[in-house]
């Protein structure tokens, strides 16, 4: 079946002022049964108020071997997260 | 025939419809093609056995008898179920179901579209929420049609069965009685017959879509709603009423 119906990956979005999250994926015939498909397979209990679908084979991933020179280069620098600063308490939470 | 009367066996019709239905399409649960439609098919019976469950209590409310919606739902002979005879059509292929679905469902989301207007403020509230579930399933089961007729050349042939074998179950959703009457004249339930030119239409628009042609010559099918059923009812009831038949007045 897999190599005669494509797969679609499916986006929620919960809230209004959150952003759409991937929350897996559904075979289809097209985009329109594929929006079909994502609304009755992931949005049975209220998860959401949008859905989008990409087609799996549209989306351009890493390659799990480049990890090392893609994100490795960013552990020792610290300095990259805010976490140098004074806050006055009356700032409160931010 | 009194109003209360009359408003019990026109509740009780509706009731018996979404139920059978809805017992029907639950029998897909784990034999679908697809895990995406086996997600659906049971999707779409909940909505129906839950319209069913809301109708039921308000024919036992009416009836005023003591009866609750399992009394009424499962403690009943087979005669005394006055659903359509095209719900109760067995599952047959996937093609079979969709197309008993999609004329039921394009039925359903007029009659409730003109009975959110009833007079009876219960039922008016039952449309409100019932239409927008039955819109749902009149999409989804029109975009299988038009790819099941204007697919491959088994799917074509599938689907041009399916209509041919349930086509003629259509005509007895129109039909209008004593019991309809009394209720279409006191403005409690939309008149059946005047719903029929629009799902001509609305059939013919998905069937065009999808290169399917209409039978043009029928032999039409009644009598559910004089509980006259076919032999398949038998077997249905024999699973739906098990559990209250064996376990009376069980609860989950």
Redesign the interface.
Same mark, same amino acid.
């Given at each position: $079946?897999s190599e005669e119906?494509p797969v679609w990956e499916v986006f929620i979005r919960p809230r209004n002022g959150l952003s759409h999250k991937h929350v897996g994926s *559904?075979? %289809? %015939? &097209?985009e *329109? $049964?594929a929006l079909? %498909?994502a609304r &009755? *397979?992931y949005t049975?209990r209220g998860e959401g108020l949008s859905l989008w679908i990409v087609r799996s084979n549209d989306i351009v991933a890493s390659d799990p071997s480049d990890k090392e020179e893609l994100f490795e280069p960013a552990a020792d620098k610290i300095y990259r997260h805010p976490t140098f600063y004074d806050i006055p308490d009356d700032v409160g939470h931010m | 025939m009194n109003n209360e009367g009359a408003l019990f066996n026109g509740l009780l019709r509706l009731s018996d419809d979404h139920l059978v239905l809805g017992h029907r399409l639950s029998e897909w649960c784990g034999h679908a093609p697809m895990l995406e439609e086996d997600l659906s098919l049971p999707n779409m019976a909940l909505d129906l056995i839950g319209q069913a469950r809301t109708l039921y209590a308000y024919t036992g409310e009416v009836e005023g008898k003591g009866r609750d919606e399992d009394a009424i739902a499962y403690l009943r002979r087979e005669s005394e179920y006055k659903n359509l005879l095209l719900v109760e059509r067995p599952n047959g292929d996937f093609a079979h179901t969709i197309v008993r679905q999609f004329y039921f469902a394009v039925f359903m989301e007029l009659f409730w579209q003109k009975a959110i207007d009833s007079k009876d403020a219960t039922i008016a509230a039952i449309a409100g929420k019932a239409v927008k579930e039955m819109a749902y399933h009149v999409r989804h089961c029109g975009e299988w049609i038009i790819r099941l007729g204007d697919g491959t050349e088994e799917s074509a042939r599938r689907i041009a069965d399916a209509i041919d074998a349930l086509h003629p179950y259509t005509d007895e959703m129109f039909d209008v009685d004593d019991t309809t009457q009394s209720l279409i004249d006191a403005e409690i339930l939309p008149d059946s017959s005047n719903l029929k030119d629009e799902w001509d239409s609305l059939i013919g628009r998905v069937f065009a879509a999808g290169k399917i042609s209409i039978p043009e010559q029928y032999w039409p099918k009644r009598g559910g709603r004089r509980g006259e059923h076919g032999e398949e009812m038998g077997f249905l009831l024999t699973d739906l009423q098990y559990m209250q038949r064996t376990y009376p007045d069980m609860t989950w």
């Open positions: $079946m119906i *559904v075979h %289809a %015939a &097209d *329109v $049964m079909q %498909a &009755d *397979v049975r | -």
